[in-house]
């Protein structure tokens, strides 16, 4: 077995837990998706 079967068997085994966020641990991105750091500022006055 290669081993990009092997990992898609492991997600497929763990999609359950994929999006859900648990303390201290990193978050299963769903397929498709990828997390980042984003470095932007939104500033919101009274007329939005």
């Known amino acids: 077995m290669g081993l990009l079967q092997r990992c898609a068997e492991t997600y497929d085994n763990m999609s359950d837990l994929a999006g859900v966020y648990i303390d201290g641990k990193q978050v299963l991105a769903p397929v498709g998706f990828n997390t980042t750091k984003a470095n ?4 919101l006055d009274r007329d939005g």
């Open 40 to 43: 932007i500022e939104i500033i």
